[in-house]
């Protein structure tokens, strides 16, 4: 059984944060900013909330009986009782023989292209353990993304309006960053595994290189972009924003409504119609929420029995990043259109350009990762630079087909206007 590294690394960037955002809101109640004191607190807690109810719904505490751990969870402990038990799984795995074990079936990739289907025993510990796991990587978006996010937001546009960053608020802000990045990874890793549930996936260490450093551009830039854009243009940025979340919270549920499947009932059997509605919503609000910083490598498809659509569509991502960029690209031309005298202490056109480069540098290591490091890259149909090629090919013929038009409506107007002339010189002999 591997070590439980993933969890560790969750509960300590959980706890990181909730340390410095719980000291910096101090401060801020000591210089008597109570909205900033306020915001950085609501950014903390409600994601901390989050986290408690996801633990106790994956592990299905309420129907176990387990009233200490429930009112640890209301203590906003969990992640730590959590982390305890996985590491006492990990320490007792055997030692204790197990009662019986079970037998999954995985595929299993070859070097040379052909997969072998293996057999594994699979005792209680380790299928608790892998409940933990996935537990964690689903906390640690909602972390990510409901939480580390808006704080990193919130922290860059005060360090801009005051235009200086304190030790406290600058570490909140590289342990958010952090945490945006890690619970990127994790959404990767998830819908790796997802996709390609039927194989037994390794995920080597340049692939999380390359997905850290393909992170890690996209959001600060994203994030910086955004900071920018509504310090200069503060009542445009809630429409860009409510633009943004609107359209990613309603995407899935209009291919839901298109493709006329019945509603999904295999959520949960418990739950009603009304309950699975509100994890719907829950799941797609999520969703809307990762679009907003970075690209979602899981797609939703609440038709699909997983919920989770496990094609691989090129066309997509290629459409989200070029948006995407024309978007940056937009919001920070108009940062530094009307940009004020606070920031004549730095090079605007500098900024402008290293912000449009990081995020191609984002897109370069996503090329790289999707190219050379995909886990499960022999499985693809088609590669990613064959699949933009297409997509690069389809736009340019779609424009060239419109710039043809008009050519060919001009070539037909004089045609049609000497047939005319011809016909008008050739009446008068007929006349005669």
Same mark, same amino acid.
């Given at each position: 059984?591997?070590?439980?590294?993933?969890?560790?690394?969750?509960?300590?960037?959980?706890?990181?944060?909730?340390?410095?955002? #719980?000291?910096?809101?101090?401060?801020?109640?000591?210089?008597?900013?109570?909205?900033?004191?306020?915001?950085?607190?609501?950014?903390?807690?409600?994601?901390?909330?989050?986290?408690?109810?996801?633990?106790?719904?994956?592990?299905?505490?309420?129907?176990?009986?387990?009233?200490?751990?429930?009112?640890?969870?209301?203590?906003?402990?969990?992640?730590?009782?959590?982390?305890?038990?996985?590491?006492?799984?990990?320490?007792?795995?055997?030692?204790?023989?197990?009662?019986?074990?079970?037998?999954?079936?995985?595929?299993?990739?070859?070097?040379?292209?052909?997969?072998?289907?293996?057999?594994?025993?699979?005792?209680?510990?380790?299928?608790?353990?892998?409940?933990?796991?996935?537990?964690?990587?689903?906390?640690?978006?909602?972390?990510?993304?409901?939480?580390?996010?808006?704080?990193?937001?919130?922290?860059?546009?005060?360090? $801009?309006?005051?235009?200086?960053?304190?030790?406290?608020?600058?570490?909140?802000?590289?342990?958010?960053?952090?945490?945006? $990045?890690?619970?990127?990874?994790?959404?990767?890793? #998830?819908?790796?595994?997802?996709?390609?549930?039927?194989?037994?996936?390794?995920?080597?260490?340049?692939?999380?290189?390359?997905?850290?450093?393909?992170?890690?551009?996209?959001?600060?830039?994203?994030?910086?972009?955004?900071?920018?854009?509504?310090?200069?243009?503060?009542?445009?940025?809630?429409?860009?924003?409510?633009?943004?979340?609107?359209?990613?919270?309603?995407?899935?549920?209009?291919?839901?409504?298109?493709?006329?499947?019945?509603?999904?009932?295999?959520?949960?059997?418990?739950?009603?119609?009304?309950?699975?509605?509100?994890?719907?919503?829950?799941?797609?609000?999520?969703?809307?929420?990762?679009?907003?910083?970075?690209?979602?490598?899981?797609?939703?498809?609440?038709?699909?029995?997983?919920?989770?659509?496990?094609?691989?569509?090129?066309?997509?991502?290629?459409?989200?990043?070029?948006?995407?960029?024309?978007?940056?690209? $937009?919001?920070?031309?108009?940062?530094?259109?009307?940009?004020?005298?606070?920031?004549?202490?730095?090079?605007?056109? #500098?900024?402008?350009?290293?912000?449009?480069?990081?995020?191609?540098?984002?897109?370069?290591?996503?090329?790289?990762?999707?190219?050379?490091?995909?886990?499960?890259?022999?499985?693809?149909?088609?590669?990613?630079?064959?699949?933009?090629?297409?997509?690069?090919?389809?736009?340019?013929?779609?424009?060239?087909?419109?710039?043809?038009?008009?050519?060919?409506?001009? $070539?037909?107007?004089?045609?049609?206007?000497?047939?005319?002339?011809?016909?008008?010189?050739?009446?008068?002999?007929?006349?005669?």
């Amino acid at each position: 059984m591997k070590p439980p590294g993933g969890i560790f690394v969750s509960v300590f960037l959980f706890a990181a944060e909730l340390v410095a955002a #719980l000291y910096l809101s101090s401060t801020y109640r000591s210089a008597g900013d109570r909205i900033w004191q306020g915001l950085t607190l609501v950014f903390v807690l409600v994601p901390s909330i989050l986290v408690q109810f996801t633990l106790t719904f994956v592990h299905r505490d309420v129907s176990r009986d387990r009233p200490l751990v429930l009112f640890l969870h209301l203590l906003q402990l969990g992640p730590f009782v959590r982390c305890l038990e996985a590491l006492c799984i990990y320490l007792n795995v055997g030692r204790v023989e197990e009662p019986y074990v079970s037998i999954t079936k995985k595929k299993q990739m070859r070097k040379n292209g052909y997969s072998e289907e293996i057999e594994k025993e699979v005792g209680q510990a380790e299928g608790k353990m892998f409940t933990h796991r996935a537990a964690f990587n689903r906390t640690s978006v909602i972390q990510a993304f409901i939480g580390s996010a808006p704080q990193l937001t919130l922290q860059l546009y005060v360090s $801009v309006k005051e235009q200086f960053v304190t030790p406290g608020r600058g570490v909140l802000m590289v342990i958010s960053l952090l945490t945006i $990045v890690y619970g990127a990874l994790r959404c990767n890793i #998830l819908a790796i595994k997802i996709k390609y549930d039927e194989y037994e996936v390794h995920v080597k260490p340049a692939a999380y290189i390359c997905i850290f450093l393909w992170r890690s551009f996209e959001i600060a830039t994203r994030v910086v972009v955004l900071v920018l854009f509504s310090s200069v243009l503060q009542i445009w940025i809630l429409p860009v924003v409510l633009l943004n979340f609107f359209t990613f919270f309603f995407y899935p549920w209009v291919l839901f409504w298109n493709s006329k499947s019945p509603f999904p009932e295999n959520i949960e059997k418990t739950f009603t119609r009304v309950g699975t509605t509100m994890v719907l919503c829950c799941l797609t609000f999520l969703y809307a929420g990762v679009n907003m910083f970075c690209w979602s490598a899981v797609q939703l498809k609440l038709n699909d029995p997983d919920l989770i659509n496990k094609s691989q569509n090129w066309y997509r991502l290629a459409v989200y990043y070029m948006l995407r960029f024309i978007e940056n690209a $937009v919001l920070i031309l108009l940062w530094y259109i009307y940009k004020t005298d606070v920031y004549t202490y730095i090079c605007a056109p #500098l900024l402008v350009m290293q912000l449009l480069i990081g995020y191609c540098i984002a897109i370069f290591f996503m090329l790289v990762f999707y190219q050379f490091c995909h886990p499960c890259k022999k499985l693809f149909t088609s590669s990613i630079s064959e699949g933009l090629l297409a997509c690069i090919h389809f736009v340019f013929h779609c424009h060239c087909h419109k710039a043809a038009e008009p050519v060919e409506r001009a $070539v037909l107007e004089p045609n049609n206007a000497n047939d005319h002339e011809q016909g008008a010189q050739l009446s008068p002999k007929s006349q005669d």
